[in-house]
């Protein structure tokens, strides 16, 4: 539960507003492709046309919609694409199916030059590399190589990973699927219409080092292991899954990533088409290793968790910004928990808890629909989050849904609208927020859980208002403190940038 969930739905069709398709009736209406922005723009739809009333101007929608985990019976803003009376701006395309015939709109002045030429891709994936779990492929390198040009997979087959809000297609212009010790060293991604670099399944220590991604249609980089939902599954074809659907939540059968690093990349310009998209997304997939990361201009949050599959994450030194520019809500991390998965990764027994995720020494900006750097959405637990500096947000921290066993020590929170947002408690499973520097805009500590036998533990925090006043819990903060509440923290007026951007540098050893 948690976000207003609720069974899978979407728009049937639309009919267009007098004038938003100013050159109606189409010659090929049947060719269009409709991208539908879900309301608050969570995620998009993309829809063939499946039937078309000229009379009424109402298309009704044909294949498509399951690009998103999150349904809605109405949509947002939109936009068409695919249509010959559309092809009005430099770098459109339209292909004309019953012609085999590709027109494109040239960006330049005058006709193309004679040296031109066009690149049309036809291939998903530009390298395969699968075994088993149990006759891997192991230890290759790819190094050095540029690898560009796939073509779109947004009308391809997606599935729902776990029970976040992301949907996936399982392909990506590397995909990765039972293999151990993979490298890709030193690579480019460009221009990519799918997904980047999928990691599929059985994966154990796959390494992702000093790369670059630019321009990519879906994610930079996605992770998505299996459990055992169905008898049969199409991404490993003639596997009979003697136990499903019983195992649909048991992750200790190992077939997931586990160890992945992505080291010294580089990621901007992702999600061209599919908005709900990442430059790294995990669902069904532990022990993965975020460190030294660049990570700009981006539909979404920058980085994903989907689920609360074994935990064990270290996410460390990246550099987060300009993310959710195209979307509401989250920022450059985002995570759900709302279903239990059974794995032995906390503590090598089979177990529902997830290992601690460490979220530490990250420079995070949430500049873009600021609500926070770090948002824990939906259910999720066991995450450490410190030691960072964190620029914007309504929020310092937040838990929603259920959340809990959330804590957030030693990070600086600059111009941040509060310091927390919480769920209520459950005794021995408190949120934490405690040696925080918290700047704020606002004029109070947040909204946490003030009484009770589970309430949020706050204390030793540094607070900075305009005024040189904060009130925790409905009254002054000494007055909180009297009855025995947020020890040891102080209260004083807003620092110079100068002084915030020196805790930052001493933090992030600049």
């Known amino acids: 539960s948690g976000g207003g969930a609720f069974a899978f739905r979407t728009p049937s069709g639309l009919v267009p507003l007098a004038g938003a398709l100013p050159h109606l009736p189409y010659a090929k209406p049947q060719d269009a492709v409709f991208f539908v922005w879900r309301p608050y723009r969570w995620a998009n739809w993309m829809f063939e046309v499946g039937a078309y009333d000229a009379q009424t101007a109402n298309f009704t929608f044909g294949r498509g919609g399951n690009q998103g985990a999150r349904g809605e019976n109405y949509g947002g803003d939109w936009f068409v694409e695919n249509v010959l009376e559309e092809l009005d701006h430099p770098g459109e395309v339209y292909f004309d199916k019953d012609a085999s015939r590709l027109y494109l709109f040239h960006n330049g002045t005058g006709a193309p030059p004679a040296h031109a030429t066009v690149v049309a891709p036809r291939l998903r994936t530009l390298v395969n590399i699968s075994g088993t779990q149990w006759t891997p492929v192991r230890d290759v390198t790819h190094s050095g190589i540029a690898f560009t040009a796939t073509r779109y997979t947004y009308m391809d087959p997606h599935g729902v990973p776990s029970a976040g809000d992301w949907a996936l297609d399982r392909v990506g212009a590397i995909f990765l699927q039972g293999t151990e010790r993979v490298t890709l060293d030193n690579c480019t991604f460009e221009r990519l219409d799918g997904n980047g670099v999928m990691v599929s399944g059985y994966n154990r220590d796959a390494l992702i080092n000093g790369s670059d991604f630019a321009y990519i249609g879906g994610n930079a980089i996605a992770a998505w292991g299996y459990t055992n939902e169905t008898d049969t599954d199409p991404g490993r074809p003639g596997v009979k899954l003697e136990n499903a659907p019983h195992a649909g939540i048991d992750g200790t059968d190992g077939e997931h990533p586990d160890g992945t690093t992505v080291l010294g990349c580089s990621a901007r310009e992702v999600g061209l088409y599919e908005k709900q998209s990442s430059f790294y997304v995990q669902a069904k997939t532990a022990r993965s290793n975020l460190s030294g990361n660049v990570f700009f201009n981006g539909p979404r949050a920058g980085i994903n968790f989907n689920d609360g599959f074994g935990g064990g994450d270290d996410i460390s030194h990246n550099l987060v910004f300009s993310t959710c520019r195209e979307s509401g809500d989250h920022g450059p991390l985002n995570s759900w928990d709302r279903q239990p998965f059974v794995t032995s990764v906390r503590n090598g027994t089979p177990s529902v ?61 600059a111009y941040a609208g509060m310091g927390l947002g919480v769920c209520s408690q459950q005794p021995g499973h408190e949120d934490y927020f405690y040696g925080n520097k918290l700047v704020t805009t606002g004029t109070k500590v947040g909204d946490l859980a003030c009484d009770g036998d589970a309430k949020t533990v706050v204390h030793d925090n540094a607070y900075y208002t305009a005024s040189g006043s904060i009130s925790e819990c409905k009254m002054d903060l000494k007055a909180w403190q009297a009855r025995g509440n947020d020890k040891g923290s102080t209260v004083g007026p807003l620092p110079t940038d100068e002084t915030i951007i020196g805790w930052a540098r001493s933090m992030l050893g600049f």
């Open 353 to 413: 808890y997830m290992a601690w995720r460490h979220i530490h020494h990250n420079f995070f900006i949430d500049n873009y629909s600021p609500q926070e750097n770090v948002d824990n959405d939906d259910g999720s637990a066991y995450y450490a989050t410190h030691d960072n500096f964190f620029v914007y947000g309504a929020n310092g921290m937040k838990n929603d849904f259920g959340g809990h066993d959330n804590h957030h020590y030693r990070n600086v929170y």
